[in-house]
């Protein structure tokens, strides 16, 4: 496939514009990407993604940590910004990451896509779930000991939604916003069930219930672009507990290389 357009695509049959094969092909061959961008999701859903088969579900993602104890700054705090092998810090800046892996994210140059690569995002999520019993013991941000902590005071539910309520979530190409929002505008698809046991109550609470939240409108993010996917958090804040944050930009990826 060529990196601007979708003309070497292959199709499902039956065809839903009609039973003549060449007319799709080339029905389909005249939609460039440009034409994509900024359609409306529900026509994307209904008439164009099902013709399409060499494309591939896929969530770009990127993670940051909050080390129990920390004040995360009053700032804008970037994502996507450490690529695979590059050290990072906690959004408190007191925990390092010598080297961030495929656990923390998938970006291989920071804040792009590789060349070759188009993802067309129907969706922004965010993930966010917080046990009100946290680990026993942390190295680098990593767990190294699942033993739950003895019964503690923490809030998983307070964590949670008071980090929702004092930052924003703003992913952008240039200046052309992708989608604007609080975390929990963004619920994630990949959430966790149940969570009571042992000898103390315990719970999570999480951003969703395993349903995301559609764009209005697909986006097409190509690779080498420069795009910015920042969380601003408006006042300084304490977090009782670990926290993980991931960001993912989902949707299909076309590849040319």
């Known amino acids: ?11 499902r049959n039956p065809y839903p514009f009609g039973s003549n094969v060449d007319d799709v092909r080339q029905l389909i061959a005249d939609i460039s990407l440009d034409n994509l ?3 409306p999701a529900a026509e994307w859903w209904k008439v164009y993604r099902p013709t399409i088969v060499n494309a591939r579900s896929y969530k770009l993602r990127d993670t940051r940590i909050i080390g129990a104890g920390e004040t995360v ?4 705090h970037g994502f996507f910004a450490a690529p695979i092998g590059q050290p990072e810090t906690s959004l408190g800046g007191t925990i390092a990451i010598p080297s961030k892996t495929k656990r923390f994210t998938n970006i291989e140059t920071a804040q792009r896509l590789e ?15 917080v046990t009100s019993r946290d680990f026993a013991a942390f190295v680098a941000g ?18 949670v939604i008071g980090l929702c309520r004092v930052t924003g979530l703003t992913v952008r190409e240039g200046q052309e916003i992708i989608a604007e929002g609080r975390l929990d505008d963004f619920p994630s698809e990949s959430v966790f069930n149940g969570g009571y046991g042992g000898d103390a109550d315990e719970g999570i609470t999480q951003i969703g219930n395993g349903f995301a939240k559609p764009l209005r409108e697909i986006y097409v993010l190509r690779g080498g672009r420069l ?7 408006y006042n300084a804040v304490i977090s009782p507990q ?16």
Do not use: W, Y
């Open 1 to 11: 496939m060529a990196a601007e357009t979708i003309q070497n695509a292959t199709f």
């Open 142 to 159: 990593e767990p190294t000991d699942l033993t739950p902590n003895t019964v503690t005071t923490n809030s998983s539910a307070n964590t």
């Open 73 to 76: 700054p009053q700032k804008v």
């Open 242 to 257: 670990n926290v993980e944050i991931e960001i993912s930009l989902c949707g299909f990826l076309l590849e040319d290389r």
């Open 115 to 129: 060349p070759g690569q188009v993802l067309i995002v129907d969706s922004v999520q965010a993930k966010m779930p």
């Open 227 to 233: 795009f910015h996917t920042d969380l601003e958090f």
């Open 37 to 39: 961008h900024g359609m």
